[in-house]
């Protein structure tokens, strides 16, 4: 009779252990009811708030969650909003993911665009930094391009910013910083604005995201004769959308299925023709390894 009493006491000791323990774990997860979403801004944030609408009603739908926009003012503001908890779900670019990772682990890549060919990007989940300059101006060179202006776009820019430093700056300049060719340096705050300083005659050159130019010219306001394209990158892998990982597993299967489903939403087909872009395909964080050498470089070169 003791032994079954030592038994059974024995035997509820573990189940409060265990569900002790389960309870721990799932303590660590959060499941919100409403999801933020935001993203780094390249453009127009209105106007691609407004071209997200089906994408966001297509996530509601999926996970069952209301879902919130986030306003970002700049690239820092988004990561902030991220590391804070003020935001679940964003789209960054290849450099700032790589700087909210390093901030947050648990800010993860999950997925990224397919882009269809345009009038500079190459198909796949990719895209260049490209050197701009307005056909008909004097600037028709990178060698006449010395004491000019130049736009960078954002100092936590990809396109925009890192890879003009790193790979122009090491390929072109032989490791000379840009400030020391360029006459001055300016950032524009977007590619679209860098595109349409250049076309102005405002900025005498420009680093632009070839697939953001493209966009400028999907929307009229260029067109791709206006322009010399002085300089190309290699391929840069393409923007990361992400998630917090503490969201429940369920949570984010569920956001991670909205987008790679996207393709097959009717609804959804209009924004993705404008991202010039087929579907969304599964990314994950090494991808962006390459994007990892590159802010090392540039940190070892002081810039």
């Given at each position: 009779m003791k032994?079954?009493?030592?038994l059974i006491m024995l035997i509820g000791f573990l189940l409060v252990v265990c569900l002790g323990i389960s309870l721990a774990a799932t303590a660590k997860y959060r499941d919100p009811e409403t999801l933020t979403f935001s993203m780094v801004p390249a453009e127009a944030v209105e106007k691609e708030i407004t071209l997200y609408k089906p994408v966001i009603q297509y996530l509601e739908k999926v996970t069952?969650?209301?879902?919130?926009?986030y306003m970002p003012?700049?690239?820092?503001?988004?990561?902030?909003?991220?590391?804070?908890?003020?935001?679940?779900i964003a789209v960054f670019g290849p450099y700032s993911y790589v700087m909210a990772h390093e901030l947050d682990p648990h800010i993860v890549v999950f997925a990224t665009y397919a882009k269809r060919p345009g009038p500079l990007t190459k198909e796949g989940p990719g895209y260049q930094s490209v050197l701009i300059t307005k056909k008909g101006s004097k600037f028709t060179t990178i060698e006449s391009l010395k004491g000019a202006i130049l736009a960078l776009t954002d100092p936590a820019s990809t396109s925009g910013n890192l890879v003009p430093r790193v790979i122009f700056g090491k390929e072109v300049l032989h490791g000379k910083p840009l400030e020391d060719y360029f006459g001055k340096v300016v950032y524009s705050g977007g590619?679209?604005?860098s595109t349409l300083a250049v076309r102005d005659g405002r900025v005498d050159a420009a680093f632009v995201?070839?697939?953001?130019?493209d966009n400028v010219i999907y929307r009229g306001l260029v067109k791709k004769e206006d322009f010399n394209f002085l300089w190309f990158s290699p391929v840069i892998p393409g923007d990361p959308f992400c998630y917090?990982?503490?969201?429940?597993?369920?949570?984010?299967?569920?956001?991670?299925h909205t987008f790679l489903t996207l393709h097959e939403i009717p609804e959804c087909k209009k924004f993705l023709d404008n991202v010039a872009s087929s579907k969304f395909v599964e990314m994950k964080d090494s991808d962006y390894d390459i994007i990892r050498e590159l802010k090392e470089a540039k940190e070892k070169m002081g810039l």
């Open positions: 032994r079954k009493k030592l069952g969650k209301k879902i919130d926009f003012t700049n690239r820092a503001s988004v990561i902030e909003a991220m590391v804070n908890r003020w935001v679940d590619h679209d604005l995201a070839s697939h953001r130019f917090l990982t503490d969201l429940t597993p369920e949570l984010r299967e569920k956001i991670k």
